[in-house]
């Protein structure tokens, strides 16, 4: 009797526990799924700085005319801060990245940590060449408006809000500064790398211990913009290459350098460049039917055309038109490229998922340097001299 009556504490016991886990997993599911989830955490808006890669073509503030911007195919797909976005369930994306302008009657160049180093590194004023907004003023438009936004709908909790900055400069450096010779192009990076920094620190002035994700660069020679050049002389193709490979190169360098010394907040570097060449190697792998040790080349790659663009602007010989002569691929997720300068969407999206992934696992490349300034902090803290210490007040005899 005893034993049955055991029995069936124990199965009603097992009976019990099914049910419960059966009622807690969907809750659980439901906390990990939805976007409203807690944000201990994690961030709730993304605040976007540079050019064209990042740009969404939304504006909180100095929006640009409307016929200087192009409209945004809808085959290309996100931009890698989107994917960001998507990755860490973000509420917000305060964008302040611009693009460079079209149909505006003379050359542009798109936005430059600060466009004032490119004047002075070619020594004279270039008075037919138009500069979108740089970093310096960007950071300058975001303070104005982080002061306003509560007066946007849903953002009346503005003092909690959990923030990652993006910060991503330097591919239109790179193109103007290979015009310089190297040793002007290693200065003009120089200053430019070191101006970045400097809008990080006021980022920091403003917000405390900033998150920030500042990903490394492409080598522009990848670009299609740039591979077009290789139909001129051959020697002269050449030469530029490989200036411009250095230049790549030597920019990546001291962006990393730099930041893994910045001890102001947390430094995030997806690496951007690693990421695009590993995509175009399996794409020739594949392609040349090359297997290498790990097996790499047997897959299928991503990418089937690592070269060519999807959207091609060609200027149209009667009207000088760049739209009447436009032609879009038929399978835009197959081009590593959507037109000249951008990535394609799915391109983009491999760098917004792995600086989520930088981000959710906090592996910023600062940490020695953030550890050495709190330890700095701590001993100053500790040698500091308390107020009044070392006033030696004698008092005359009888007192």
Known sequence: MRFLTRLHVCTAAVLLMILYFSWLRPSTVYLRDNPQRVWKNSPRRIVVFGDDWSDTGEYRIASPPKRSTRDRNGAQGNVWVETLCKELTCDFVDNFARSVPENVGLEAVGSMVDSSILLDATSYARNDTI????????????????????????????????????????????????????????????????????????????????????????????????????????????????????????????????????????????????????EVRANQMYSRQIVDSKGNGKQEPLFQEVEEPCFVQETDANTGNLQAAARTCTDPGAHLFWDDIHLSGPAYELIGKEAARLVRGNEAVNNDARQRAKLRSATDEKNEVPKGTGFDLKFPPGY
Request: net charge negative; no cysteine; aromatic share 12%.
């Open 131 to 278: 500069a979108v907004f740089d970093f310096k003023t960007q950071v300058q438009q975001f303070i104005e408006f982080d002061k306003k936004k509560w007066r946007l709908p849903g953002r009346d909790d503005t003092d909690n809000e959990q923030t990652i900055f993006t910060v991503f400069f330097g591919t239109w450096e790179l193109l103007q500064f290979s015009a310089l010779d190297k040793d002007g192009a290693v200065r003009a990076i120089d200053r430019s790398v070191k101006e970045l920094v400097h809008n990080l620190d006021l980022l920091a002035d403003h917000v405390d211990n900033p998150k920030v994700t500042v990903p490394n660069l492409l080598d522009v020679t990848f670009l299609p913009r740039y591979s077009r050049r290789k139909y001129e002389s051959a020697t002269e193709f050449a030469q530029k290459q490989h200036k411009s490979v250095f230049l790549s190169t030597y920019w990546n360098a001291a962006l990393s350098q730099t930041a893994s010394e910045w001890d102001r907040g947390v430094l995030f570097m997806p690496n951007v460049h690693d990421i695009v060449v590993e």
